[in-house]
């Protein structure tokens, strides 16, 4: 049974002497974490337990105990948290309890103090906990308060006898509890707001991992265990105190003054604490529930096989590599395995566990960490395949991975792992943190290996392609120094170490030049040859690329996106080829386009035509041509009126052309891909008349779209505030037009407004390709002067501020 001390602050004569010596106590910065906890649930004692006395005393009920049960029976009492109570009695006078519970209860609720309570008899305790788990696991942390010793006492017996004898039923359903809460508030580790009760890895797990080791069935890996559960209730503790509210989810905007009343630099090392402690707690719960389905498949079986066999059968182990081998679903050291003696082993172990489909068994791994020399420098030509074999063995190594990191043994072999160790990532579109994402590339990497002629290669650069995220600066330029050393570090020889680095320099060059970058210009494709040097390194780069952005997060890969990188690879082959890339040539007019300038021409307004296609994961795409009497301002009203439409903008060329009859005026033609967000296509003729109406100044858009803004800030009004947008010129991006990209928090209709702002400059837009990452969009725009020649950079300078200007404003 817990104890939970009484001080000499509490005062139980009464409600305002538990309130002052309460606030005394929270006010008291010393005094935190576990301590600070214990003191509260002391003065809190002290005060229910003189209000049951006196409601007892003057009710005439003496076989009537008061019990703390859940949190509060623990002493883990935060600023903000429930009492949990349990009035317990023997049944004789139902009239006299509920008047004192009545007594009890309403000070608590007078006090704004929540309540979760319960008046009940030993008897019916023990049923309704027979019928609700939650009751039951709350039960085991019963607690007593005040009143009938014996009471409790037999309570706590009876609860804790019945929780072992059906553990055989009831740990499975602890476990389904888990997993479903899992599934709703996904994993502590990597969330960026994390709820630290629920999810998993959180303050829950904690508690049903005491359960698990009630029940005598199992136990968890005791290690680090303390320390992971007392991180997450100081933080908590904190949360409360900061926001004057009992939650449990540590929004963004909460964050920095979370880390400060803890004495962290910043809300980054706060998240960081959190995630190692929800990652202890979440490999604990990983190795506990495999421990107890062992466990309890054994004793379903072993009474079949004694009586078969008379006797307890030997366990089954069957080699897996040298030292290695299966028993009971887990890799395990064979009997003939020297780990003292072999470095390499930790690797062996792992790369036979993962592609066996195992999970390495604990004592193993810890004995690995604990008597296993250092490998030597550079590794041995073995230790360098093992881990490429580990790598290659996909989603399997990612368990793996997890055992040896919660041992050491990741930040042992690579010590420059420890950086990129559960490091946040503030980008939403991503999912993982830094160091979860180098592994889901490498699983994704995985897939690809048959797709390059140096698998070994592709696997450990998407393993380290982000390894510079724990240092200052461009994470590319950092991570190409830092995969120079770990590569020499691992084996590999000079030209080999050269291909990584380029690898890691270079992995996100494909997918931005793709998606950023007019594909036609000599220029764009001239510098990624450059950049890449081989065709074998291309072709490395291009399953990189994909892998790093399948690990990122849905809404870093389509079908879109591969299509462009594709269509760059392609091109970039051919010069690596030897081929010289043509400039480009002014298109001819397909038939569509012909109609449609012709059409313009006639009618003086705008004619269109849009055609759907599937794009897999990037919904609906749609194909937009449009052709319009050459005027100012087409772009922004364009773009207003997809906005409007609620279609997304992914790429946009616009150019002037004749239509074929004599004497025409010139007409844009502008061709767009874009999506429509929600599945479904607006009518051409609905954009037709909104795009007339928006260019001759009859649709107020500014205002429509503010409307939207307006709306999207609500949404977004938890979010961290946003930083200024940026406008920079890329200057030899393109020897044809003057490339300004434009970074900026995504919003409805920043495509129109930065088409307004360019609008402003008199400048004429030939391209446009729209990238959008989570919540920030990064869009280049070519643009050339009224006589279609590039900008001089003083002037491309000063549009780029003039621009940066407007959309700041």
């Keep these: 049974m817990a104890s939970v001390e009484v001080t000499e602050e509490a005062d139980p004569s009464g409600p305002s002497g538990y309130a002052a010596a309460r606030l005394r106590l929270l006010q008291e910065e010393p005094r935190s974490g576990p301590p600070r906890r214990s003191a509260l649930a002391g003065i809190t004692d002290g005060w229910v337990g003189e209000l049951f006395r006196t409601a007892a005393r003057e009710s005439g009920v003496r076989s009537a105990a008061l019990i703390a049960v859940g949190g509060y029976g623990r002493g883990e009492l935060s600023p903000r948290s429930d009492l949990d109570l349990l009035l317990l009695h023997d049944g004789s006078s139902s009239a006299a309890v509920s008047a004192l519970a009545d007594r009890v209860w309403y000070p608590v609720w007078d006090l704004g103090i929540a309540l979760d309570h319960s008046v009940r008899t030993p008897g019916e305790a023990r049923k309704v906990a027979a019928d609700d ?80 080791a009630a029940s005598w069935v199992a136990d968890a890996p005791r290690e680090g265990l303390t320390e992971a559960r007392r991180t997450l209730l100081d933080v908590r503790d904190a949360l409360h105190l900061t926001t004057g509210r009992a939650t449990d989810r540590l929004a963004l905007q909460e964050q920095d003054q979370v880390a400060a009343a803890l004495g962290l630099l910043d809300a980054d090392v706060l998240l960081r604490k959190v995630y190692e402690a929800g990652r202890t707690l979440s490999y604990a719960s990983d190795v506990t529930w495999r421990e107890v389905e062992r466990v309890l498949r054994s004793r379903s079986v072993r009474p079949r096989l004694k009586a078969l066999l008379g006797g307890r059968p030997a366990p089954d182990r069957t080699p897996l590599a040298d030292g290695v081998v299966e028993q009971d679903g887990e890799a395990v050291l064979a009997r003939t395995a020297k780990p003292e003696r072999d470095a390499v082993l930790p690797l062996r172990a792992a790369a036979a566990a993962a592609q066996a489909g195992l999970p390495v068994n604990l004592h193993a791994v810890r004995q690995l960490a604990k008597v296993c020399p250092q490998l030597p420098v550079p590794w041995p030509a073995e230790a360098r395949e093992e881990l490429v074999t580990l790598l290659g063995a996909g989603e399997p190594a990612v368990p793996v991975w997890e055992a040896l990191e919660a041992e050491g043994l990741v930040t042992r072999l690579l010590p420059d792992w420890e950086r990129v160790r559960c490091r946040p990532q503030r980008n939403p579109v991503h999912t993982w943190t830094v160091d979860r994402h180098l592994v889901e590339a490498a699983v994704q990497a995985a897939r690809f290996t048959r797709r390059v002629g140096r698998p070994d290669l592709l696997l450990v650069a998407a393993l380290l392609h982000d390894i510079g995220k724990g240092w200052p600066g461009d994470h590319s330029v950092a991570g190409e120094t830092i995969a120079r050393d770990m590569a020499a570090r691992i084996g590999f020889e000079a030209a080999d170490v050269t291909v990584l680095a380029t690898l890691v320099r270079h992995h996100l060059l494909l997918v931005e030049t793709a998606t950023r970058r007019d594909l036609d210009d000599p220029a764009t494709v001239r510098s990624v040859a450059d950049a890449v040097g081989s065709a074998s390194t291309l072709e490395l780069l291009h399953a990189l690329t994909e892998a790093d952005a399948r690990a990122t997060g849905p809404a870093a890969w389509s079908s879109w996106r591969a299509s462009l990188v594709a269509d760059l690879v392609k091109r970039v082959g051919a010069v690596l080829a030897g081929e010289a890339p043509a400039d480009p040539e002014p298109a001819a007019l397909t038939a569509a386009q012909e109609r449609l300038a012709v059409e313009a021409h006639r009618t003086g307004g705008p004619a269109l035509a849009l055609r759907s296609r599937e794009e897999g994961d990037a919904g609906l795409g749609v194909e937009l041509s449009i052709a319009v009497p050459d005027q100012p301002g087409v772009l922004p009203a364009v773009a207003g009126v997809l906005a409007m439409h609620r279609l997304t903008v992914r790429t946009a060329e616009v150019r002037s052309v004749e239509p074929p009859l004599e004497g025409a005026a010139p007409v844009l033609l502008l061709d767009w891909r874009v999506a429509a967000a929600y599945g479904e296509l607006p009518e051409a003729s609905r954009l037709r008349a909104d795009l007339v109406r928006a260019l001759d100044g009859s649709l107020d858009l500014a205002s429509r779209l503010a409307e939207r803004e307006k709306a999207y800030a609500a949404r977004s009004r938890r979010r961290a505030p946003a930083p200024p947008p940026r406008v920079t010129v890329a200057p030899t991006a393109s020897r044809h037009a003057t490339v300004l990209e434009v970074r900026a928090q995504d919003a409805p209709g920043l495509l129109h407004r930065i088409g307004r702002a360019l609008d402003a400059t008199g400048v004429r837009v030939r391209s446009a390709h729209v990238s959008t990452l989570g919540a920030s969009a990064v869009d280049a725009f070519y643009v050339t002067g009224a006589k279609g020649d590039p900008l001089g950079a003083d002037e491309a300078a000063q549009i780029a501020r003039e621009v940066a200007k407007a959309l700041g404003d």
């Design 133 to 212: 788990l939650k009751v039951h696991l709350g039960l085991l942390d019963a607690r007593h308060v005040a009143g009938d010793l014996g009471l409790t006492t037999a309570l706590r017996t009876t609860v804790l006898a019945d929780w072992r004898n059906q553990a055989v039923k009831r740990l499975p359903e602890l476990r389904e509890l888990g997993t479903e809460r899992a599934e709703r508030a996904g994993e502590l580790q990597y969330l960026l707001e994390p709820d630290l009760k629920e999810a998993r890895g959180g303050l829950r797990d904690a508690t049903a991992l005491r359960a698990v």
